[in-house]
Nanobody
Framework: QVQLVESGGGLVQPGGSLRLSCAAS????????VGWYRQAAGKQRNLVAA???????NYADSVKGRFTISRDNAKNTVYLQMNSLKPEDTAVYYC??????????WGQGTQVTVSS
């Protein structure tokens, strides 16, 4: 059993920055690949960024050069640094841990709104 809690969302102006945090408990977080996903209102949930236990990273084309995913295993936390935010980044952002055969563990999400 893995429990994930996202935090750090909020309202920012275009061009602003936010750092999201995904805090894990209940398991050894360092052994899991973790992704940040987002879901805009009425849209499908899509992968934004992912990081492996070895700290290899992948990004959606729409956020490359603007977002950075990282992890601090000592704190059981994965971060998403979001810079140069655009209105189209507005969504609920979810943290998901890849549990292999057990599927995925999801947090409850944190709202990010980018608007003037």
């Amino acid at each position: 059993q893995v429990q994930l809690v996202e935090s750090g969302g909020g309202l920012v102006q275009p061009g602003g920055s936010l750092r999201l945090s995904c805090a894990a408990s209940g398991s050894i977080f360092s052994s899991y690949a973790v992704g940040w996903y987002r879901q805009a209102a009425g849209k499908q949930r899509n992968l934004v960024a992912a990081i492996t236990p070895g700290r290899t990273t992948n990004y959606a084309d729409s956020v490359k050069g603007r977002f950075t995913i990282s992890r601090d295993n000592a704190k059981n936390t994965v971060y998403l640094q979001m810079n140069s935010l655009k209105p189209e980044d507005t969504a609920v952002y979810y943290c998901g841990a890849d549990l292999g055969i057990r599927g995925r563990a999801w947090g409850q999400g944190t709202q990010v709104t980018v608007s003037s």
